[in-house]
């Protein structure tokens, strides 16, 4: 059984795509360390030609990969995306329908193509390189009365018109007066930091990555030293100052940091297996951050679950098949725990 939109709880905005993940241990890893947001690069011979044992397919895409997790936890969540009238369209429908994600925010558009990423997955750490190819999302529409009467939004990274969808998101935020979390994307914090800054100004929660939040900060403060902006405590407190209620911050393998205006707490990451494709991992740690918000707990518990979901995520291929449900979860709770810094 599907909710009618009004009766959402959340929200979730932004891409969905199929994804089509290329596992190899061919590349070589290249350290950058005098680039602060891309410390790493990977290498393959130029004209050369690599074989792929397996590839894997899964739903792919922000919007979609946090809605999934959302449901998966048992909340009333819808994804708000835009698919192509083609056949990845339709295999990503029957995906939603198995999951038993809810379909009528999916609007289908018969001239886009849906969007498509392939993934370059090294198998030796369960790193990856994302090649994305955005249409049907590059025509991404806010209505109006499809907001009415949800609590939350979570906007993620959008393209398009995106500077004009956020200000409409915005306007129905002080319309409807639902809460509003925000998950920025790079080339939106690249192309116009002062439109992410404004939303990041009216927010309830925001989650983002390390890189994402030295994107944000060094934009506005370009002279600041490299030790600053390494300093996730600084980057916590000066994203809170811009507006964030609630700050969720990820930084890879080094776990997860958040901050509330009165208390700072650092979790590091948990796997239980092989870390497998770190593909979804900051979206299922943002739908388990988000789900324990939802659920009226701390952001300690914010961190409990969102590091229990992404460590669950990278032991499969893909965002969703390994996303957590509410039982599976309590298990993972009592090995999880987070320190607070203050």
């Known amino acids: 059984m599907f ?29 950058t360390p005098e680039d602060i947001t891309s410390q790493q690069k990977i290498a393959f011979e130029l004209g050369g030609k690599y074989r792929v044992e397996n590839r894997y397919e899964a739903v792919g895409g922000v919007a979609a990969n946090v809605s999934h997790g959302l449901v998966r936890f048992g909340h009333r969540a819808a994804c708000y995306s835009k ?11 029957d995906e939603f329908r198995q999951e038993k994600v809810p379909t009528d925010l999916l609007f289908v558009d ?9 993934i370059i997955v090294l198998t030796q750490n369960g790193e990856r390189i994302i090649f994305h190819n955005r249409d049907a999302n590059e025509k ?13 939004v979570f906007v993620s990274a959008l393209n398009g018109d995106w500077r004009g969808n956020l200000k409409k998101i915005l306007l129905l935020k002080e319309k409807y007066g639902f809460s ?35 994107g944000l900060i060094i934009q506005a403060k370009k002279d600041l030293p490299k030790e600053r902006l390494e300093d996730e405590l600084f980057l916590l407190e000066t994203l809170h100052r811009a507006g964030a209620k609630i700050v969720g911050m990820t930084d890879g ?10 208390e700072y707490w650092f979790c590091p990451i948990h796997t239980r297996s092989k870390v497998i494709d ?23 518990y914010g961190l409990k679950y969102g590091i229990a979901n992404s460590g669950s995520v990278v032991g499969e291929y893909g965002a969703i098949k390994g996303l957590l449900s509410p039982d599976i979860l309590k298990t993972f709770l009592k090995e999880i725990t987070p320190e607070r810094l203050n």
């Open 180 to 214: 509003l979390v925000v998950n920025p994307g790079q080339h939106n914090i690249k192309e116009d930091v002062s439109a992410v800054s404004e939303m990041i100004a009216e927010s309830d929660v925001l989650v983002l990555n390390k890189d994402e939040a030295i």
């Open 3 to 31: 909710f009618t939109a009004p009766s959402y709880r959340i929200i979730c905005v932004g891409s969905t795509s199929k994804d089509i993940f290329f596992p190899t241990d061919e590349g070589t890893i290249i350290a």
């Open 83 to 93: 698919i192509g009238h083609d056949e990845i369209g339709d295999w990503i429908l």
């Open 253 to 262: 393998k080094r776990g997860a940091w958040s901050f509330d205006g009165k």
């Open 278 to 300: 770190t593909t979804g991992a900051g979206d299922a740690f943002g739908s388990g951050f988000l789900s324990a918000l939802l659920e009226g707990r701390s952001i300690e």
């Open 140 to 152: 991404l529409e806010i209505i109006d009365e499809k907001f009415k009467g949800t609590e939350w």
């Open 110 to 118: 018969s001239l886009a193509k849906t969007d498509l990423s392939a």
